[in-house]
């Protein structure tokens, strides 16, 4: 081991992040060790932070302050419209979009599929939940248009199967594989007011227009 102990334990702690490999591990830890020892607590302060004071809206599972995120505590916003996105990057590049009233189903228990994690039965059986509940009269898909997105919009739609919900699809047009926290905000305004029904295999029904929202 060429490092101290503390450095390869940092080094160690690094190579953890996503994107993040052994060489660039290295070099963020040699910068911590250059770093005025302030600067350092303050970042040590700040992953501390973020984990503890927050947790998961019990409701649609976005990152949160309050057992209810901001959004779903808001009356003035649509109890009865759901979009369902697979993490807080797309809730967030929504509501930057400053199109959409509605409120969010955040699918995934990890925050991104990409990161190896599943769609897994507690967020869909909280969808399930908001739906039985009878307020919710449309559920917007908002996956990414890719394999995982698709797949992910399939599960929601067998789960809701047989449920009195309306549920749609953002337009295509999106270029294929483009996540929604890269797009363009008139583009995601777009794609939102030209949403379409599914059919039931999760694909866009011929025939359907956007429904009255
Ligand atoms: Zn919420």
Do not use: W
Request: hydrophobic content about 40%; aromatic content about 4%; charged content about 30%.
């Amino acid at each position: 081991m060429a490092f101290p102990e503390p450095l390869e334990r940092l080094i160690r702690a690094l190579e953890k992040f996503p994107g993040v490999g052994a060489r660039s591990a290295e070099r963020m830890a040699l910068h911590v060790l250059r770093s005025p020892r302030e600067e350092v607590a303050e970042l040590a302060m700040a992953l501390r932070d973020a984990r503890v004071e927050t947790v998961r809206c019990e409701r649609c599972g976005n990152v949160s302050l309050e057992t209810l995120c901001t959004i779903c505590a808001d009356e003035t916003r649509d109890a009865g419209l759901v979009c369902v996105v697979e993490g807080p990057r797309e809730v967030e590049k929504m509501e930057s979009a400053g199109v959409y009233e509605g409120t969010y189903h955040v699918l995934l228990e990890g925050f991104s599929p990409r990161e190896g994690a599943q769609p897994e039965s507690a967020a869909m059986r909280r969808l399930c939940d908001r739906v039985a509940g009878g307020t919710v009269r449309e559920v917007v898909l908002a996956t990414a248009p890719d394999r995982e997105g698709e797949g992910a919009a399939m599960l929601v739609v067998e789960a809701l199967r047989g449920m009195s919900v309306q549920i749609t699809r953002l337009a295509r047009g999106l270029p294929v594989g483009t996540r929604l926290e890269y797009l363009h905000g008139e583009i995601l305004a777009e794609a939102f007011r030209g949403r379409r029904e599914c059919a039931a295999d999760g694909g866009p029904v011929e025939s359907g227009g956007a429904p009255e929202a």
